[in-house]
T-cell receptor
Framework: RKEVEQDPGPFNVPEGATVAFNCTYS??????FFWYRQDCRKEPKLLMS???SGNEDGRFTAQLNRASQYISLLIRDSKLSDSATYLC??????????FGTGTRLTVIP | NAGVTQTPKFQVLKTGQSMTLQCAQD?????MYWYRQDPGMGLRLIYY???????DKGEVPNGYNVSRLNKREFSLRLESAAPSQTSVYFC?????????????FGSGTRLTVV
């Protein structure tokens, strides 16, 4: 079983829509959680950390559900510039940082 | 404001050739990492260096060696390239080891082994 699993998509949504991605992780002892964004043929970039209480950064909201072992990313009012692959990343302690395969989002004009 | 710099950006090797991928960071980070990214798979850790003078194997170290030359530089060497090593390679750094700190990635090296 993979450490981190994501729906690969693609998610094709119109501009202005709200879209949500989920990600599940297998290790209940995982300690930290992140969302990274990766543009086509570019490097991953940290989008936001995910805190137990949930956190928001502008149009982006991240949630953690430890009981069900999943994290989510909600994007409101989607922009064309949000088109990218979103990587779910889970830290299991020490140097065990696990990357999901990513969920591809395309925002359509 | 360079961040993490990787060279080269592209490389084509013949099976059996060797090469070294270079990585340097200017953020005074202690920890550095080498990942490979293949279609349908998440980034996988090849080697990491928690601090200057130390290196450790990650998930997929076979066929690779690394050198932490100083605090800034962390190189990845393929001694005898194989087609299975065709991949995109990313170097990353973080303030300290472990995943509790955000990673900054270089722009990647696209390697093809024929």
């Amino acid at each position: 079983r993979k450490e981190v699993e994501q729906d690969p998509g693609p998610f094709n949504v119109p501009e202005g829509a709200t879209v949500a991605f989920n990600c599940t992780y297998s290790n209940s002892a995982s300690q930290s959680f992140f969302w990274y964004r990766q543009d086509c043929r570019k490097e991953p970039k940290l989008l936001m950390s995910v805190y137990s209480s949930g956190n928001e950064d502008g149009r982006f909201t991240a949630q953690l559900n430890r009981a069900s072992q999943y994290i989510s990313l909600l994007i409101r009012d989607s922009k064309l510039s949000d088109s990218a692959t979103y990587l779910c990343v889970v830290w299991g302690g020490a140097n065990n940082l696990f990357f999901g395969t990513g969920t591809r989002l395309t925002v359509i004009p | 404001n360079a961040g993490v710099t990787q060279t080269p950006k592209f490389q084509v090797l013949k099976t059996g050739q060797s090469m070294t991928l270079q990585c340097a960071q200017d953020m005074n980070h202690n920890s550095m990492y080498w990942y490979r990214q293949d279609p349908g798979m998440g980034l996988r850790l090849i080697y990491y260096s928690a601090s200057e003078g130390t290196t450790d194997k990650g998930e997929v170290p076979n066929g690779y060696n690394v050198s932490r030359l100083n605090k800034r530089e962390f190189s990845l060497r393929l001694e005898s390239a194989a087609p299975s090593q065709t991949s995109v390679y990313f170097c990353a750094s973080s303030e300290a080891s472990g995943g509790n700190y955000g990673y900054t990635f270089g722009s990647g090296t696209r390697l093809t082994v024929v």
